[in-house]
């Protein structure tokens, strides 16, 4: 069993950061991957970022390539989304997950709680 807790959310003006934290407990050494999926209202949950357990390789969704970084503290077992350049297209509920399949929301084995960002002008 795994337990993800976010935080970090939050209104922001367009252009603006934030970094998004995920503390993991449990048996978190089972997954192969933890990464970041968001929900905007009306639309599908979808990836943003991932990064694998094993050797801290990263991929990231075209929507937030050169904006956002995601990156661990295997000593802290948090995981972290630093968002920058953000725009209103941005505005959803991030959710923290450990995956076990890598992209996909059927992939993900754990999910957090989720926490809201949003971009406003």
């Known amino acids: 069993q795994v337990q993800l807790v976010e935080s970090g959310g939050g209104p922001v003006q367009v252009g603006g950061s934030l970094k998004l934290s995920c503390v993991a407990s449990?048996?978190?050494?089972?997954?192969?991957?933890v990464a970041w999926f968001r929900q905007a209202p009306g639309k599908e949950r979808e990836w943003v970022a991932s990064?694998?357990?094993?050797?801290?390789?990263?991929d990231y969704a075209d929507s937030v390539k050169g904006r956002f970084t995601i990156s661990k503290d295997n000593a802290k077992n948090t995981m972290y989304l630093q968002m920058n350049m953000l725009k209103p297209e941005d505005t959803a509920v991030y959710y923290c997950?450990?995956?076990?399949?890598?992209?996909?929301?059927?992939?993900?084995?754990?999910w957090g709680q989720g926490t809201q960002v949003t971009v406003s002008t």
């Open positions: 449990g048996y978190t050494s089972s997954m192969n991957s």
């Open positions: 990064i694998w357990t094993g050797w801290s390789n990263t």
């Open positions: 997950a450990a995956v076990e399949t890598p992209y996909v929301t059927s992939g993900v084995k754990y």
